[in-house]
């Protein structure tokens, strides 16, 4: 079993809509929480950073972690075609190693 | 614009020859990371660097190695490249764990 779950995608939405995607991991150990956006031949983009269980909002980005469900979320609300691109949870311990999801691909559709 | 900047930007070698890649990041991000990405994955971690010194590594075999230098560059040299090295290899910088990492652009490697 792999520490963190992504689903891969791709996921297709038209503009405007709210995208919801998901991590699971099952390592206790992970105390800091962070999504990237990477666009095509680009490096990751750090979008949000979080480190307790709740809700951390940014413009049109929430951050949704649950540590006793292990699972973490990004949502973006209204939706737009320039935030096509692959989206990679990135999860750390103590260590300060990132382990990444596989990354879900998102086509916004104008 | 990254403030993290990488060279080259693509690379091709033969199996079996070395190659350094090269990595300039940020006045006082003093940890620096590697990682791996194949097409289609998330990146993997490889090594880290705190200052001068390496304090933690994953997966990869010694022929992985890594230096980073007082002015805040680095060098991750991988030996007898094999086709399954061929990935794009990422480096990345932290000031401290509050601000996250920044990453660079990547450099795209093949290996024929």
């Known amino acids: 079993q792999k520490e963190v779950e992504q689903d891969p995608g791709p996921l297709s939405v038209p503009e405007g809509a709210i995208v919801s995607l998901n991590c699971t991991y099952s390592?206790?150990?992970?105390?800091?929480f962070m999504w990237y956006r990477q666009y095509s031949r680009k490096g990751p983009e750090l979008l949000m950073y979080?480190?307790?269980?709740g809700n951390k909002e940014d413009g049109r980005f929430t951050a949704q972690v649950d540590k006793s469900s292990k699972y973490i979320s990004l949502f973006i609300r209204d939706s737009q075609p320039s935030d096509s691109a692959t989206y990679l949870c990135?999860?750390?311990?103590?260590?300060?190693?990132?382990?990444f999801g596989t990354g879900t691909r998102l086509a916004v559709r104008p | 614009e990254t403030g993290v900047t990488q060279s080259p930007t693509h690379l091709i070698k033969t199996r079996g020859q070395q190659v350094t890649l090269r990595c300039s990041s940020q006045?006082?991000?003093?940890?620096v990371s590697w990682y791996q990405q194949a097409l289609g994955q998330g990146p993997q971690f490889i090594f880290q660097?705190?200052?001068?010194?390496?304090?933690g590594r994953g997966n990869f075999p010694p022929r992985f190695s890594g230096l980073h230098f007082p002015n805040y560059s680095s060098e991750l040299n991988v030996n007898a490249l094999e086709l399954d090295d061929s990935a794009l290899y990422l480096c990345?910088?932290?000031?401290?764990?509050?601000?996250?990492?920044?990453f660079g652009s990547g450099t795209r490697l093949t290996v024929v």
């Open positions: 990135a999860l750390e311990s103590s260590g300060d190693k990132l382990t």
């Open positions: 979080t480190y307790s269980s």
């Open positions: 990345a910088s932290s000031r401290d764990r509050v601000e996250g990492y920044t």
């Open positions: 660097y705190y200052r001068e010194e390496e304090n």
């Open positions: 006045s006082g991000h003093n940890t």
């Open positions: 390592n206790s150990a992970f105390q800091y």
